[in-house]
DNA sequence: TCGCGTCTGTTCACTAGTGCACTTATAGGC
DNA sequence: GCCTATAAGTGCACTAGTGAACAGACGCGA
């Protein structure tokens, strides 16, 4: 469940907590100097679930870093109305301008998935502290390669894979992010987000609950078997964990902060995000 | 049809022709002193259809940039052994570390699709190259966003649109790239792009075939009909050349050598690759 | 505690797409 | 000009997923 400091929409001026950046693990994963270069930048943001980031065509202004249990989803709208979603970013990463490095207008819309709060500071501004700094715009650029190997598995994910196997992986892939067993969604979201239809979804998700895989509570599920949800899920999540570690390995912090996600039996679900 | 220049991979050792450059679109974008700073580093490349490039896991020295009909495409291996292509780039890109800019393991595999010949260089010599102007850096980061957003298209696409749609727009693609309205591409090699089953594009391609769409060979197909096959492909295509028009404007030559492919009826299908 | 809006569960008829098996066509090499 | 490997076409039984419709049921606000 979202802490209680998902408030509506706000952002302390500046030089935010030292506290609050260990919260992203992009800007834990800064060296002091690179760190010492940005904060001063740094903002304190936080956004309701639903609050639209930017819309396609958005002069993206911002780089946003979710922090804690904070989820982004990039979302590309079709001809004929539908949104679906192509990305699910959380504090592992960032959100704006990461591949244009700097200011484009956007090709998807961002939505908040899960309310929470973060950090954000200008594009221009980073762009400048790239400029001054080799580790800094290898950070981002192994970062860039990253979510772009994410994407590239949710094109063939889409193509291959069966709906219970997308919903589980979904499933999977924003609680390694939040850290939480509980997820604030509709089934109609999902749907949505899956781009398909509502009525299967609420028939694979009836199916997963009379397995014991978790529970429904109005607008809300709870994973109770997350190492079970994760074998019905196709390994996409995994192979994209994997290229994360293999190109963040050395960069990203390694310690084992798992906020109490390890299962009785070992599933690790929360390496990504730790 | 491919042109005979399409002999076995091999490579000119250095300076290779101007004229080579200009069958690149993002090469023929390039002020000319930043043609200047690079030129002396390209070397001319030729490869058949079937020639990978690269695999995942590799580290990819080179950035190559496919000149004429030649096409390339991303495919994700997924677990099961199948892969799905994720992107086709042609004449209006370039291949390797384009978003990592510089040596990372590559996520996907590179594959040639379509034979020809086409330039590289080496990804340190045009990293060396970014970091001296501001310009090259700009184009390429401009380039790595359309790349982008065509693969962002390509997942909500295969979330929501049939598989005729996306076969249509398969094709489209290709032609607008190649210049040339024949596809040298076994149904069999379509649907595994597509990651879908033979028997069902089989049927898809019977059915254009018999609203008069395109002539089947054993082997390729030709297009007879392109605007009509536009129109029952999705939009998806559209969206992004939309975005590559949108962010390349003014960057990209914008002339009308639209390599004859020109429709009675106006339809302007060259309009990204020209 | 009541009422109501909205989320969930389920049925039903239907369409899209699968996977296999098999036949038929075709080009290209000798 | 024939042979053969391989590509294309097709029938069939089957599964996955759709979309509309409607009946509860949950929980929040007054």
């Known amino acids: 469940m979202p802490n209680a400091e998902s408030l509506a929409a706000a952002s302390k001026p500046a030089g935010a907590d030292a506290d609050e950046a260990t919260r992203n693990n992009l800007l834990r994963a800064l060296r002091p100097d690179d760190l010492a270069r940005i904060a001063p930048r740094l903002q304190s943001w936080a956004a309701d679930a639903?609050?639209?980031?930017?819309?396609?065509?958005?002069?993206?202004?911002?780089?946003?870093?979710?922090?804690?249990?904070?989820?982004?989803?990039?979302?590309?709208?079709?001809?004929?109305?539908?949104?679906?979603?192509?990305?699910?970013?959380?504090?592992?990463?960032?959100?704006?301008g990461i591949v244009s490095q700097g200011r484009l207008p956007a090709y998807s819309r961002a939505v908040v998935q899960f309310p929470g709060s973060g950090l954000r500071m200008l594009s221009s501004d980073l762009e400048a502290a790239k400029l001054e700094s080799l580790t800094?715009?290898?950070?981002?650029?192994?970062?860039?390669?990253?979510?772009?190997?994410?994407?590239?598995?949710?094109v063939a994910c889409n193509a291959a894979h069966s709906i219970e196997q997308r919903a589980a992986k979904w499933l999977v892939a924003a609680i390694e992010r939040t850290g939480d067993h509980d997820v604030p969604l509709t089934q109609e979201q999902l749907a949505s987000m899956l781009g398909v239809g509502r009525s299967y979804?609420?028939?694979?998700?009836?199916?997963?609950?009379?397995?014991?895989?978790?529970?429904?509570?109005?607008?809300?599920?709870?994973?109770?078997?997350?190492?079970?949800?994760?074998?019905?899920?196709?390994?996409?999540?995994?192979l994209v964990r994997h290229h994360f570690e293999e190109v963040l390995r050395g960069v990203y912090p390694t310690e084992q902060e798992s906020a109490g996600l390890k299962d009785e039996d070992g599933f690790e679900a929360a390496r990504m995000a730790s």
Chains 1, 2 share one sequence.
């Open 50 to 96: 639903g609050t639209v980031i930017y819309e396609p065509g958005d002069d993206v202004r911002f780089v946003y870093f979710p922090a804690g249990a904070m989820l982004v989803s990039f979302v590309v709208l079709l001809d004929d109305g539908r949104g679906v979603e192509t990305g699910l970013i959380g504090r592992e990463g960032a959100v704006g």
């Open 136 to 154: 800094l715009r290898n950070l981002f650029a192994r970062y860039a390669d990253c979510m772009m190997a994410q994407i590239f598995q949710a």
């Open 201 to 238: 979804i609420s028939r694979v998700i009836q199916s997963l609950k009379l397995r014991g895989v978790l529970e429904v509570r109005r607008g809300r599920m709870r994973v109770r078997d997350i190492a079970l949800l994760n074998a019905l899920a196709c390994s996409c999540n995994d």
